[in-house]
């Protein structure tokens, strides 16, 4: 066969060198246009950080097999962040599947690329669309179609490196956080850019990919919204030599409700983990006991040039903190005087050590703080009893209403004791609160801790938030959960608007719990 019809070892190392340096050469772009799951800006530097130590391992080997079993190997061991994580499983998968091949034809990598994507799934505990994991998964099964068994190896790369790149522009609709950026996802942006560079191999082809001046990819944009605080601090990455091998579940199982951005992998006797979490140092003790850790790197989130503002306060003499469900919630309250708006994952419940690992830039100054729940309350008035913290104020919680409504009346031009006054005789303002969850094709709605249920959602508005309900209030806010539908967000806004005595605003909150939280004053 001619030279393009399969990749050997010579070609394969081509190659990988091509995409490495087409990817290092967009590695600042990538840098700048990261913002998920943490724009920390680093996504460049981890793929390229990650492809290097595979590069470094290729000697002579003469068969593909050989040489992508050194570049894996590893790859796999020096990957860096939750990309390069990603990265090196994903061409483990390629290993896996390709076994001790001396050559590859295009069915090979067809069969070997789905197989890749699988293995790099399965190492993300919470996978999400608009990531690399996207254009694994879609890229080939947009190129299946479009191949035959007729296909060379590159006319093989020349189809899913252009169905790949279409991939990576369709991620800025995928993600609110990309939409509202106006960017592609970093991370699927960087796997497009290796594949280029390798395709390139093919011709001796030494023009690089430049994403700065490409017209295709689109243009960023200030932000409508700041980039929530990582509610986990620390970036935590380890590898460890078990001493007696363990499925990938059961590491899983101790990582679960531990943190976000979980990644974990285990090859043989060696077991990867990435994880953002708030107790580094009680993951690491505790994974110890099951072998020797080989390598480990910790780093502060809250020292990244993305959460500079940790450091201003929006106050003078004191700092104001909450905590709550949903991204667009934890916006809002930022922008009606929080200074940082801690957006708690759902279905976790901090306890005092996260409390005090996040509040810890805070606790040494006048800190007023807004929890997001009765047992957030009462674990904050410990931290504070037991710590004898005087310059320490837990506002009551009442419900996000009460929080939002507090919040937007306070006046912060006062000294701390003057605010702490306020919200003192602010407990007896008197808020409305009730939420609509949907139940499948009926909806359920709460008012005064009473269930309602009505197939008819209009009903169901007119009676938990009708004329008689709110007409001791002058002013209501909804938010929107993140699973709402945009129908039922429109009839809200209609339901709302049509009565002139109520000043009303729609926020795009992105709670879990419930489709509508809506609260009057």
Wanted: proline share 2%.
């Amino acid at each position: 066969m001619e030279r393009e019809s399969t990749i050997d070892g010579g070609l394969l190392r081509r190659m990988l060198h091509s995409g490495f340096t087409n990817l290092s050469h967009n590695k600042n772009y990538l840098n700048d246009l990261n913002i998920f799951p943490v724009s920390d800006c680093d996504t460049g530097t981890n793929m390229k950080i990650t492809f290097e130590k595979g590069i470094a391992a290729l000697k002579g080997e003469a068969s593909f097999h050989g040489v992508l079993s050194a570049f894996v190997k590893d790859m796999s061991l020096g990957s860096r962040g939750n990309s390069g994580f990603i990265l090196s499983q994903y061409f483990l998968g390629i290993h896996e599947y390709i076994k001790d091949n001396g050559s590859v034809t295009a069915a090979d990598l067809c069969d070997a690329l789905q197989h890749a994507y699988m293995v790099a799934y399965r190492a993300v505990i919470q996978p999400a669309e608009g990531t690399m994991l996207t254009v694994m998964r879609d890229g080939i099964k947009r190129t299946l179609p479009k191949i035959n068994g007729q296909t060379s190896a590159k006319e093989f790369f020349d189809v899913l490196v252009e169905e790949m790149f279409l991939c990576v522009q369709e991620t800025v609709k995928q993600m609110d956080v990309l939409r509202e950026n106006n960017v592609v996802d970093s991370g699927a942006l960087g796997l497009y850019l290796i594949f280029d560079g390798m395709k390139k191999a093919f011709n001796d082809d030494s023009r690089l990919f430049d994403c700065e001046q490409s017209e295709s990819l689109p243009k960023r944009v200030p932000p409508a919204l700041v980039k929530n605080v990582s509610f986990f601090r620390y970036c935590t990455e380890f590898a460890l030599r078990l001493r007696e091998v363990k499925g990938e579940e059961y590491f899983v199982r101790l990582l679960t409700k531990k943190g976000d951005s979980i990644v974990a992998a285990a090859n043989e006797n060696i077991l990867k983990v990435h994880i953002h979490t708030n107790r580094p140092r009680e993951i690491t003790d505790e994974f110890s006991k099951y072998g020797d850790i080989i390598t480990k790197k910790i780093d502060d989130l809250f020292l990244t040039q993305e959460f500079e503002r940790l450091k201003q306060r929006k106050h003078e003499g004191f700092a104001v903190v909450a905590f709550t469900d949903g991204e667009g919630i934890a916006a809002a309250l930022e922008q009606i005087g929080a200074d940082v708006a801690f957006s708690v994952p759902f279905g976790h419940r901090p306890g005092e050590e996260d409390l005090k690992t996040l509040l810890g830039g805070f606790l040494m100054e006048n800190l007023i703080v807004f929890p997001d729940s009765k047992d957030m309350h009462d674990k904050l008035k410990r931290i504070q009893w037991f710590s004898n913290y005087q310059n320490l104020y837990v506002a009551e919680y009442g419900g996000l209403a009460k929080t939002f409504f507090t919040l937007s009346s306070l006046v912060f031009t006062d000294e701390f004791k003057n605010v702490v006054k306020s919200l003192e005789s602010l407990k007896k303002q008197r808020v409305f609160q009730t939420s609509i969850r949907q139940n499948y094709t009926r909806y359920s709605g709460v008012l005064r801790n009473k269930i309602i249920t009505l197939d008819d959602f209009a009903g169901l508005l007119n009676a938990v938030a009708g004329g008689e309900v709110l007409r001791p209030y002058s002013t209501a806010v909804v938010f929107g959960g993140k699973y709402c539908k945009s129908e039922d967000a429109d009839a809200v806004r209609a339901h709302f608007e049509q009565n002139a005595n109520l000043e009303f605003a729609y926020i795009d909150g992105r709670q879990h719990d419930c489709d509508f939280i809506i609260g009057a004053y």
